[in-house]
């Protein structure tokens, strides 16, 4: 293990959140790709807000597409509903293309900065999509549009149709 990921394991073991976080940081700025796996770790056991959102951010630095997955999967957990702005934003980078229905469901989120950071990832894509893809993407709007509206699911329609 990196000195460095030992540093933090210990850092956060006795909660010494913000020191953990600065390093943290420090591993995105520097893109050290030899730190990925490390930090999915750390996002997926966290229970800590900050320290998850940190994480997240250090990923989108280093842009390693093996933190998809596991972004994808915070998404997902209930739990964690209070970072899924911050998860969208660290997935701007990457190629997460194949996730893209479960990231529009998303554009009809009670939360605006979840709201807008899913229709500025399937923004980005949109023209890229398969038939096949569009179409799931279609009925998760149309889905998100019966329960609730706002312009973003009708932007998000409107991209599929031009």
């Known amino acids: 293990m990196h000195p460095i990921h030992t540093t933090i394991k210990d850092l956060l073991d006795a909660e010494r ?67 899924r702005g911050t998860l969208l934003y660290a997935m701007e980078e990457m190629h997460y293309e194949p996730y893209i229905e479960i990231i529009v469901a998303l554009i009809g989120d009670a939360s605006l900065e979840v709201r807008l950071q899913s229709f500025l990832l399937f923004e980005k894509v949109a023209e890229k999509l398969s038939e096949q893809q569009k179409q799931v993407c279609k009925e998760a709007l149309l889905k998100c549009k019966n329960m609730h509206t706002n312009e973003l699911l009708d932007e998000s329609l409107a991209l599929l149709s031009g």
């Open 17 to 83: 959140f913000e020191e953990a976080m600065t390093l943290i940081a420090e591993l995105g700025e520097k893109r050290d790709q030899s730190s990925v796996e490390f930090l999915i770790g750390i996002l997926t056991g966290t229970q800590n807000t900050l320290v998850r959102n940190e994480v997240a951010i250090a990923l989108r630095d280093i842009g390693d597409n093996r933190a998809v997955y596991p972004l994808i999967e915070a998404l997902s957990n209930a739990q964690l509903r209070r970072s």
